[in-house]
């Protein structure tokens, strides 16, 4: 359920966050893509990329989340989970120009506009440098982001229909180069503090400094990704990437509920009059329960004390309930028993499903947990247990996050040439990704703080968790760092699929619901609608082919927590 309203919402989002901007006023009439170069408005054009920016960043953050379980995914069977229609919006988003309207979220394709921009800015006597410098730097992570999950992309062939009305795709690795490539131009371009001539900058209100250090991330991103050490360190020596929470790469939802629902798409899911409408990860829920992770209160919103099949929150068992929860009278498959994984049940109210449950929905929305104040702007849970509803809590202003400065941390302790630089690394990406979760709770005005977890509380949490990296040897080490990748990453996720194809951690995941749920995916399949209308593309038949940075063993002996 939650796969199925989230792609309705990157729809939505996509196109009704044209309308979302209270600052401009945008004539809905006429699409800007169907304007001549000389009419079109490059303030138009600049915010119909980066909503096309934005929708596609919550798209592939959600894939990235269930695959590695830090978001539920409701399917058995990988293959058929994630069948051709999976990238379609994305890939639109990215290319096209086509489709029924502004409003269609497909017509506003990121490479069409970006084109446009350029057209103007070479033809006119005003300098949009910082129109065409941003646009770029959101295509080149968008191509990046493609080769990571189809292993190919459109790029050198891309945007020219006149000679190539049938694009051919890159490789990975071309697509890598060529979006360097891109970044050094944006960089290029907003250098001298390109002015944003009133443009609508929805991520850093026309800061072109701030423009160029989410650019050097994004060649972080790049090189942590593929293991390139060296210019990793060079980007570092520059010391003008995201390394404070005050600069984080992100977009800002809004809290209005009709005419556009500007809210965060988990919100809107789930603070309804009938109640929450996602199910989150058993998993995540249950790993930062049993470490007592200070986040967890701010991640998820418990409505009820207790789930079926269970301990409350006194240690007290609450009984089974076929209606609301089927799987709590399920004798667990031997392979969850086998590892010692919960099948269905975690304490504590934390009501959600494991991977690969595909039950249908019973009458639960005011039982199951539903979405937090971080980052989706909901609830703090303070125990009160009060249920779900319009405009609690932080009324749905949160935040899609896409790189954040403990991301960055995360991966500079990945590239460390030793463990205890890697020890200092994740240090400060926790306590960040702490305090940044922690400054989201005032955005719940009326709950109650006392819940919050103290100083002296975060402190002995991080300490303990370092102390147990630092102790530990092997395959315990590595999952003691990946886990807590992981729950920094809880709300974006994207890099959670490259990571775990990258390394195989952490091992700890629990397993699909089927014991043999297909190998686990290595790339996705080509957007179909690209293949059905591109006669130089035939479609994959398997999820198995391998990135060009993914030298791993072939699946599905790789990874193993499949």
């Not at 619901?513 to 290595?522: L, T």
Request: aromatic share 12%.
């Amino acid at each position: 359920m939650k796969k199925i309203i989230k792609y309705m919402l990157v729809a939505f989002i996509g196109g009704s966050f044209l309308n979302s901007c209270e600052t401009t006023e945008l004539d809905l009439r006429t699409s800007p893509n169907d304007l001549a170069a000389d009419q079109a408005d490059p303030n138009l054009l600049l915010n119909s990329i980066q909503f096309a920016y934005a929708a596609n960043m919550v798209a592939m953050n959600d894939i990235g989340s269930e695959v590695t379980r830090i978001d539920n995914m409701s399917g058995r069977d990988y293959f058929n989970n994630y069948p051709g229609v999976t990238l379609n919006g994305i890939w639109s988003r990215t290319y096209s120009s086509t489709g029924s309207g502004v409003g269609s979220g497909v017509s506003v394709g990121m490479l069409t506009n970006l084109q446009g921009l350029e057209d103007i800015n070479a033809n006119s006597d005003i300098n949009y440098n910082f129109h065409v410098g941003i646009s770029k730097a959101m295509y080149a992570h968008q191509l990046m982001l493609l080769a990571d999950y189809l292993g190919s992309a459109a790029f050198s062939e891309a945007g020219n229909p006149v000679d190539f009305p049938a694009p051919n795709l890159d490789d990975g690795a071309a697509v890598y180069a060529g979006a360097l490539a891109l970044l050094d131009e944006a960089e290029a371009l907003l250098s001298g503090d390109a002015p944003d001539l009133g443009a609508d900058d929805f991520f850093y209100g026309g800061d072109a400094a701030n423009w160029v250090k989410a650019i050097n991330s994004i060649r972080l991103k790049a090189y942590a990704t593929t293991g390139n050490t060296s210019a990793f360190n060079a980007v570092i020596a520059g010391n003008d990437f995201i390394s404070d929470t005050a600069d984080d790469f992100q977009f800002q939802f809004g809290s209005r509920e009709l005419q556009p629902d500007t809210r965060h798409q988990d919100y809107a899911s789930d603070y309804t009059p009938s109640g929450a409408n996602i199910y989150y990860s058993n998993y995540m829920m249950e790993t930062m329960l049993e470490k007592d992770d200070p986040r967890i209160r701010y991640y998820f919103y418990r409505q009820i004390d207790g789930t079926p099949g269970a301990n409350d929150i006194n240690g007290d068992p609450v009984d089974a309930d076929e209606e609301l929860l089927a799987c709590s009278l399920v004798v667990p498959p031997q392979h969850y028993i086998d590892g010692g994984f919960t099948f269905c049940s975690v304490d504590n109210g934390y009501w959600g499903r494991s991977h690969g449950n595909d039950e249908g929905t019973p009458p639960d929305g005011f039982q199951r947990t539903a979405a937090g104040v971080y980052p989706a702007a909901g609830r703090f849970d303070d125990n009160g247990f009060g249920g779900v509803g319009l405009g609690l809590g932080g009324g749905g202003a949160g935040i899609e996050p896409i790189i954040l400065a403990s991301y960055v941390d995360f991966w500079r302790a990945d590239m460390a040439a030793s463990d205890a630089e890697k020890a200092t690394f994740m240090q400060a990406a926790m306590e960040k990704s702490i305090d940044k979760v922690q400054g989201f709770g005032a955005l719940d005005a009326n709950a109650d703080k006392s819940f919050e977890p103290t100083a002296a509380d975060v402190t002995a949490y991080v300490s303990g968790i370092v102390a147990d990296f630092t102790a530990a040897t092997g395959d315990d080490k590595e999952n003691i760092f990946a886990e807590q990748y992981w729950i920094a990453l809880y709300g974006g996720g994207v890099e959670a699929f490259n990571y775990y194809r990258k390394t195989g951690y952490p091992t700890t995941l629990t397993p699909n619901w089927e014991p043999n749920p297909g190998a686990f995916p290595r790339s996705f399949l080509i957007p179909q609608n690209e293949v059905v209308t591109n006669p130089s593309l035939t479609q994959k038949t398997t999820l198995t082919e391998q990135v060009f940075w993914d030298t791993n063993p072939a699946s599905p002996a790789f990874p193993i927590a499949n």
